[in-house]
């Protein structure tokens, strides 16, 4: 079946401005993850959902950014007002939620350059 | 604070061998550990996993050794080609409250060499 899909695939935007990025989910996960990577790093976490529960947001770095997950499904991620420290490859990732063995498959990311 | 960690950053081997990738962790609550491939320009893919409850899995080709006492992940490639030219990650599953986050180590470069 379709595996994660992400939109865009790459993203180049001025300083300053706002960018949108999304992702589809595998159908019927439940879970839904945000990461960021920065060159040769590794994964920095940002937002969790987890069916209608209040998501996780611990990991969102500051009060430009924000996701939101409509319908439980498709997921998109905002940055306000972007920062060249912001570029970086956006990943989204999707899974069951089961407990004790939980594995997430990612998309193929948003490559964010901001200039 | 507790982290994951990789013992080396980049590892290079004869197309043919067999291939290590380490992997040290600290947080001794971690019951689950994954290991991701990551080639260039792509998302992660997951490759492996195993449970704290267990300390050795294997898969195709691929063998998941975990050792609790010395809070130590390994990844062992047999016979590796080309193809497995790529970024290794090994990451950990932390449980928080109803999150389940995975903490991802630096990486592993594994080259092939002809």
């Known amino acids: 079946g379709a595996g994660v899909s992400q939109s865009p695939s790459n993203k180049v935007t001025e300083k300053g401005k706002d960018v949108e990025l999304r992702c589809d989910p595998i159908s019927g996960h439940t879970a839904l993850y945000w990461y960021r990577q920065s060159l040769g790093q590794g994964l920095e976490f940002l937002i969790y959902?987890?069916?209608?529960?209040?998501?996780?947001k611990s990991g969102l770095p500051s009060d430009r950014f924000s996701a939101e997950r409509t319908g439980g499904s498709v997921s998109t991620l905002t940055i306000q007002r972007t920062q060249q420290e912001d570029s970086a490859v956006y990943l989204c990732a999707s899974s069951l939620a089961r407990a004790g063995r939980d594995t997430q498959y990612f998309g193929p990311g948003t490559r964010l350059t901001v200039l | 604070g507790e982290s994951v960690g990789l013992h080396l950053p980049t590892l290079s081997v004869q197309e043919g061998d067999n291939s290590i990738i380490n992997c040290a962790y600290s947080n001794s609550a971690s019951d689950y550990f994954i290991w991701y491939k990551q080639e260039s320009g792509k998302g992660p893919q997951f490759i492996i996993d195993?449970?704290?409850?267990?300390d050795k899995r294997q898969g195709q080709r691929v063998t998941v050794l975990l050792n609790k006492t010395v809070k130590h992940l390994s990844l062992q490639i047999a016979a590796t080609q080309p193809g497995d030219s790529a970024v290794y990650f090994c990451?950990?599953?932390?449980?928080?409250?109803?999150?389940?986050?995975?903490?991802f180590g630096s990486g592993t470069q594994l080259t092939v060499l002809p």
């Open positions: 959902f987890q069916g209608n529960s209040a998501p996780d």
């Open positions: 195993i449970r704290s409850n267990m």
């Open positions: 990451a950990e599953n932390i449980s928080s409250g109803s999150a389940r986050q995975l903490t």
